[in-house]
């Protein structure tokens, strides 16, 4: 009996031992995640060798794109990086795809990568300005169909001769200022608290739990908003997507030559998007319409007046010199003196320079927000080596190559715009600008064909991928940026509201694709 005890006692301590041995990995593995996320994304890693060698890589493949995309979906749960990267990792090692050709999709996108390294961070040092000048747009103009109308105008001009990216740095940046400045105050604390921490409600006062609910659905209708301007202006102009320089080149068209091709179709789409804009704060429809609590107007304005009382020479300096560089960057931006990536690398330089941040860890604060994107858009770049690799869009490009030329402008811009939803636009436009420039050579197709097909790919890749978050790289990077789980903005929530966007520029882009070319 005693020797039973002890045999029990030790079954248990062993038990307790290797629970204590296991269970730190566990909860290491993923951190804060649920269980049931851990749990999926480990069998998705072991069920993909299973898969690749019982199906084949083609089913694999598509499998993998859609584990990929679960990973998006849930970004609140785990940031995209860590999960994302588990799949990429494990697709390289199994032979999905070869690291060379993972490097050679980063290194076709360098510009990108230097415009979220530098750019992003250049915006870090202007928030003082934006902040002042948004704070004054918000408080003066009352009305909520103007103000996301003005939202959705500007980031689509902005877009158009910028950088869609760039431009989205700039609302976040915007955002996460005005949720942190009223998020102290509900909180209890004072503007100026250094060490609040926005991120937990822990400390929200139940009296204002409502007003930053109401907050959060106000930013994020006009988030939205602005990052759908950002496809209404990016589809227009040469520079205002990287793939449209790319079929640009291609096609040998300049500045003025791709305005007027894209016109027809890019400006219909423009003002419905805008109508659409206007329609949905009107109705409410799709999470839209949200008003801002008048509690946080008082608060913002409170905000604006103590800043406007405490400024001293040296913070009005500071202001001074931001709106400056902000006039170089658009200039920069606008004339393309250089690379995106390098003309923020300047604003860095400048704005730092001039008003003395010199320290390595102020520096430092700059580029949290974008590394981390960065990081996760390299790893999408090895999904997308898989996409190539795999040839898993091959029998989509071959049977709207296949159609009857009468209907293949239309099929164009469709398959392009289903396959932008899922994969990189830039990845999707070179194929199909490859092939169908290959059949321009080869005498199957005349130049005029080339033409509409060529700007067929382009409204195509641009339009219709504001559908998800991963179809729009200014999308997925609101969807991963710290702004996004401070407003609730989860993945289906963004395919949520960028539905009716999705239904009417589709509609409008294709209807303009059928009867103007």
């Known amino acids: 009996m005693v020797g039973a005890v002890a045999l029990a006692k030790d079954n248990k301590g062993c038990i307790n031992m290797n629970q204590t041995a296991v269970n730190p990995y566990w909860h290491n593995f993923l951190g804060s995640s649920p269980d049931w996320y851990k749990k999926t994304i480990i069998a998705f890693l072991i069920i993909n060798p299973i898969l690749l060698y019982t199906v084949g890589p083609f089913i694999t493949g598509w499998v993998l794109i859609a584990q990929f995309i679960f990973t998006l979906a849930l970004a609140l749960q785990c940031y995209p990086l860590q999960p994302g990267g588990l799949l990429a990792i494990e697709a390289v090692a199994i ?100 060490h609040h921490d926005h991120t937990t409600d822990d400390a929200v006062k139940a009296e204002n739990e409502a007003d930053l609910e109401g907050f959060r659905a106000f930013l994020r209708s006009l988030l939205m908003h602005g990052a759908v301007g950002t496809a209404l202006g990016g589809v227009c102009t040469l520079v205002g997507e990287p793939q449209n320089l790319l079929i640009a080149t291609v096609a040998g068209w300049d500045f003025q030559e791709f305005f007027m091709f894209m016109a027809p179709i890019t400006m219909p789409v423009a003002v419905a998007g805008f109508a659409t804009c206007l329609l949905l704060e009107q109705t409410g429809w799709f999470g839209y319409g949200a008003q801002l609590p008048p509690k946080v107007r008082t608060v913002l304005e409170e ?86 690799e795999q040839h898993l869009f091959t029998p989509v490009i071959d049977a709207v190559l296949a159609m009857e030329s009468s209907v293949r402008p239309a099929m164009f811009f469709l398959a392009n715009g289903v396959l932008s939803m899922i994969s990189d636009n830039v990845f999707v436009a070179t194929v199909y600008i490859s092939e169908v420039k290959q059949a321009l050579d080869n005498g199957v197709i005349t130049r005029a064909e080339f033409d509409q097909l060529a700007i067929a790919i382009n409204t195509g890749t641009n339009l219709p991928s504001v559908a998800t978050p991963n179809g729009q790289a200014a999308f997925l990077f609101l969807l991963t940026s710290a702004l996004a789980p401070l407003i609730r903005l989860s993945y289906g929530r963004m395919v949520i509201m960028a539905v009716p966007y999705t239904i009417v520029l589709t509609a409008v882009g294709l209807t303009a694709v059928i009867y103007t070319l």
Do not use: C, W
């Open 95 to 194: 032979g999905m795809a070869d690291p060379y050709t993972v490097f050679h999709e980063a290194e076709a996108n360098f510009e990108v990568i230097l415009l979220l390294m530098f750019m992003v961070a250049g915006i870090y040092f202007m928030k003082e300005l934006l902040l002042y000048i948004f704070t004054k747009l918000l408080l003066r103009v009352r009305s909520k169909k103007l103000l996301s109308l003005l939202f959705s105008m500007v980031a689509a001009v902005l877009s158009a001769f910028l950088d869609a990216l760039t431009v989205t740095a700039v609302l976040i940046s915007v955002g996460v200022g005005f949720f942190t400045v009223y998020h102290k105050v509900a909180s209890g604390t004072a503007f100026d608290d250094a």
């Open 303 to 388: 905000f604006q007046a103590q800043e406007n009382a405490k400024a001293t020479p040296e913070s009005n300096a500071r202001l001074v010199i931001q709106a400056l560089v902000a006039a170089v960057l658009v200039v920069g931006l606008a004339l393309h003196l250089a690379a995106v990536g390098l003309i923020g690398l300047m604003v860095i330089v400048l704005l730092t320079a001039f008003n003395g941040i010199v320290e390595e860890h102020k520096l430092g604060h700059a580029f949290e927000e974008a590394l981390p994107f960065t990081a996760l858009l390299v790893v999408f770049f090895a999904i997308v080596a898989v996409i190539h």
